[in-house]
């Protein structure tokens, strides 16, 4: 899949309404029989990769039993299409992530929400999002809402500078899997304090002239403030130097109400430029 050609909105699809098409014993039956889910999770007892392993053989147990129930004909007739289309999605997700976690690698650091999983030389990963208090507060969007976010945001290309595509995400009610473009690209952060090798195409004055623009491009095309610009969700492609930015949680309307945002993200810029600015001036790469 190359994502550089998806122009469509992310595919949300919940769990849950796939099996309200369900006829009710078959309903009665799937919730029965399914996993018990993971209320909380003690994150000093059981590893990031037992989690994720538990929540997509939970995904599996359910995704049998609304086969089970699609080979017996046990849905609601004019729900028939949409059924199958989700279901279908679901299980390529499923698929997906599974083949990642077993046969590719994990991207950067467990966190406190989740893990990112890719195959080997692919330009796809899969964000499993298990530990949604750590993810979402008063502050931060829900998971669903930042996808739609990256999603209206996904087509702006400022002279290179982009965020990355999102294909959907399946909202599991506790848990999440979001399907995503890979970036072959390394955040500042890293690159500042974890010694991570910056491109030799980034050039400094050019970066941070196409990143304001992408900056302000999103504020007035994407109708969006990013407010959380830190170097963390700042990267450069390893090949092109161009930026790339990252993680929509926080984001908020490009609408007067929240003006606040708006200036968080130029003075985000402004400390980031500098830091860099700073950190290059050291090692006599400026």
Not at 237 to 251: A, C, E
Request: hydrophobic content about 35%; some cysteine.
């Amino acid at each position: 899949m190359n994502f550089e050609n998806i122009l469509v909105k992310p595919k949300i699809i919940r769990k849950n309404s796939v099996e309200e098409k369900l006829t009710s014993s078959a309903k009665r039956r799937l919730r029965n029989e399914e996993g018990t889910p993971l209320v909380e999770v003690p994150e000093l007892e059981i590893k990031y990769h037992d989690i994720s392993e538990q929540i997509l053989t939970n995904l599996n147990d359910w995704l049998n039993e609304v086969r089970e129930s699609l080979e017996k004909n046990k849905f609601d007739s004019e729900n028939e299409g949409k059924l199958r289309e989700d279901f279908l999605y679901i299980s390529k997700i499923y698929n997906g992530a599974r083949k990642s976690k077993s046969d590719g690698a994990m991207i950067g650091f467990p966190g406190s929400f989740g893990v990112v999983y890719a195959e080997n030389n692919s330009d796809v990963c899969y964000k499993i999002i298990y530990h949604l208090k750590n993810y979402e507060s008063e502050d931060v969007n829900s998971v669903t809402g930042e996808v739609e976010i990256q999603g209206i945001l996904q087509d702006l290309n400022i002279d290179g500078a982009r965020c990355p595509k999102v294909d959907g995400v399946i909202d599991m009610g506790d848990y999440h899997i979001i399907k995503m473009e890979r970036l072959d690209a390394v955040a500042l952060g890293d690159i500042m304090h974890h010694g991570a090798a910056l491109s030799e195409n980034f050039d400094f004055e050019i970066f941070f002239k196409k990143l304001r623009e992408y900056l302000i491009a999103m504020h007035l095309q994407g109708k969006f403030y990013h407010n959380d610009f830190h170097m963390g969700n700042i990267m450069v492609d390893k090949k092109t130097g161009d930026p790339r930015v990252i993680d929509f949680g926080k984001s908020k309307p490009a609408e007067r109400i929240n003006r606040g945002a708006r200036e968080n993200d130029f003075r985000y810029f402004d400390a980031v430029k500098n830091e860099m600015k700073l950190y290059l001036q050291s090692r006599g790469l400026l």
